[in-house]
Nanobody, 124 residues
Framework: QVQLVESGGGLVQHGGSLRLSCACSGRTIILFDMGWFRQAPGKEREFVAAIRWNGGATYYADSVKGRFTISRDNTKNMMYLQMNSLRPEDTAAYYC?????????????????WGPGTQITVSS
Protein backbone atom coordinates (compact mmCIF):
# COMPACT_ATOMS: atom_id res chain seq x y z
CA GLN A 1 0.00 0.00 0.00
CA VAL A 2 1.45 3.31 -1.09
CA GLN A 3 1.43 6.11 1.48
CA LEU A 4 2.60 9.69 1.18
CA VAL A 5 3.09 11.70 4.34
CA GLU A 6 3.92 15.38 4.44
CA SER A 7 5.82 17.06 7.27
CA GLY A 8 7.44 20.38 8.07
CA GLY A 9 4.37 22.57 8.18
CA GLY A 10 3.70 25.15 10.83
CA LEU A 11 3.39 28.81 11.68
CA VAL A 12 5.91 31.25 10.23
CA GLN A 13 6.18 35.01 9.94
CA HIS A 14 5.89 36.94 6.71
CA GLY A 15 9.24 36.69 4.96
CA GLY A 16 10.24 33.52 6.73
CA SER A 17 11.15 30.10 5.38
CA LEU A 18 9.96 26.54 5.76
CA ARG A 19 10.96 23.25 4.25
CA LEU A 20 8.30 20.66 3.56
CA SER A 21 9.13 17.00 3.21
CA CYS A 22 7.14 14.19 1.62
CA ALA A 23 7.96 10.64 2.58
CA CYS A 24 6.74 7.75 0.45
CA SER A 25 6.30 4.23 1.75
CA GLY A 26 5.04 1.13 0.02
CA ARG A 27 6.98 1.56 -3.20
CA THR A 28 9.93 3.37 -4.65
CA ILE A 29 9.35 6.83 -6.08
CA ILE A 30 11.70 6.14 -8.97
CA LEU A 31 9.86 6.57 -12.29
CA PHE A 32 7.10 8.61 -10.60
CA ASP A 33 6.54 12.29 -11.19
CA MET A 34 5.84 14.17 -7.99
CA GLY A 35 4.48 17.51 -6.97
CA TRP A 36 2.86 19.83 -4.47
CA PHE A 37 -0.59 21.34 -4.44
CA ARG A 38 -2.19 23.61 -1.88
CA GLN A 39 -5.64 24.63 -0.80
CA ALA A 40 -6.56 27.63 1.27
CA PRO A 41 -9.86 27.85 3.16
CA GLY A 42 -12.69 28.77 0.82
CA LYS A 43 -10.49 28.49 -2.25
CA GLU A 44 -9.92 25.87 -4.92
CA ARG A 45 -6.95 23.58 -4.76
CA GLU A 46 -4.07 24.89 -6.84
CA PHE A 47 -0.85 23.62 -8.32
CA VAL A 48 2.35 24.74 -6.60
CA ALA A 49 5.29 22.81 -8.06
CA ALA A 50 6.23 19.54 -9.72
CA ILE A 51 9.33 17.54 -10.52
CA ARG A 52 9.84 14.77 -13.07
CA TRP A 53 10.81 11.27 -11.96
CA ASN A 54 14.51 11.82 -12.64
CA GLY A 55 14.61 15.42 -11.44
CA GLY A 56 15.29 16.48 -15.00
CA ALA A 57 12.56 19.08 -15.12
CA THR A 58 10.79 21.21 -12.54
CA TYR A 59 7.66 23.32 -12.83
CA TYR A 60 6.29 26.12 -10.69
CA ALA A 61 3.17 28.18 -10.36
CA ASP A 62 3.83 31.80 -11.23
CA SER A 63 2.89 32.80 -7.70
CA VAL A 64 5.78 30.85 -6.16
CA LYS A 65 8.42 31.04 -8.89
CA GLY A 66 11.68 32.37 -7.54
CA ARG A 67 10.63 31.74 -3.92
CA PHE A 68 9.98 27.98 -3.77
CA THR A 69 12.29 25.17 -4.84
CA ILE A 70 11.18 21.59 -5.37
CA SER A 71 13.64 18.71 -5.12
CA ARG A 72 13.73 14.99 -4.58
CA ASP A 73 16.04 12.27 -3.32
CA ASN A 74 15.11 8.99 -4.97
CA THR A 75 17.60 7.10 -2.79
CA LYS A 76 15.66 8.18 0.30
CA ASN A 77 12.21 8.01 -1.26
CA MET A 78 11.68 11.65 -0.36
CA MET A 79 10.56 14.88 -1.98
CA TYR A 80 11.01 18.39 -0.63
CA LEU A 81 9.70 21.92 -1.05
CA GLN A 82 11.91 24.73 0.17
CA MET A 83 9.77 27.80 0.69
CA ASN A 84 11.42 31.18 1.13
CA SER A 85 10.05 34.71 1.40
CA LEU A 86 6.74 33.37 2.57
CA ARG A 87 3.68 35.58 2.31
CA PRO A 88 0.31 35.48 4.07
CA GLU A 89 -1.25 34.38 0.78
CA ASP A 90 0.86 31.20 0.95
CA THR A 91 -1.25 30.11 3.91
CA ALA A 92 -2.86 26.80 2.98
CA ALA A 93 -2.82 23.07 3.43
CA TYR A 94 -0.05 21.64 1.27
CA TYR A 95 -0.39 18.24 -0.35
CA CYS A 96 2.24 15.93 -1.77
CA UNK A 97 1.23 14.04 -4.92
CA UNK A 98 2.75 11.28 -7.04
CA UNK A 99 1.86 9.87 -10.42
CA UNK A 100 3.27 7.90 -13.32
CA UNK A 101 3.73 9.47 -16.74
CA UNK A 102 1.98 12.71 -15.82
CA UNK A 103 1.17 14.61 -19.00
CA UNK A 104 0.09 17.88 -17.42
CA UNK A 105 1.68 18.43 -14.02
CA UNK A 106 -0.79 21.18 -13.11
CA UNK A 107 -3.79 18.89 -12.90
CA UNK A 108 -4.50 17.06 -9.64
CA UNK A 109 -6.36 14.36 -11.55
CA UNK A 110 -3.12 13.32 -13.24
CA UNK A 111 -1.72 11.96 -9.99
CA UNK A 112 -2.53 8.57 -8.48
CA UNK A 113 -1.39 9.13 -4.92
CA TRP A 114 -1.56 12.01 -2.46
CA GLY A 115 -0.90 12.65 1.20
CA PRO A 116 -3.19 13.95 3.96
CA GLY A 117 -1.63 17.40 3.82
CA THR A 118 0.28 19.67 6.17
CA GLN A 119 -0.81 23.16 7.21
CA ILE A 120 1.26 26.25 6.55
CA THR A 121 0.21 29.48 8.20
CA VAL A 122 2.06 32.69 7.39
CA SER A 123 1.39 35.58 9.75
CA SER A 124 1.46 39.15 8.51
Amino acid sequence: QVQLVESGGGLVQHGGSLRLSCACSGRTIILFDMGWFRQAPGKEREFVAAIRWNGGATYYADSVKGRFTISRDNTKNMMYLQMNSLRPEDTAAYYCVMGSGVSNVKYWSQYSYWGPGTQITVSS
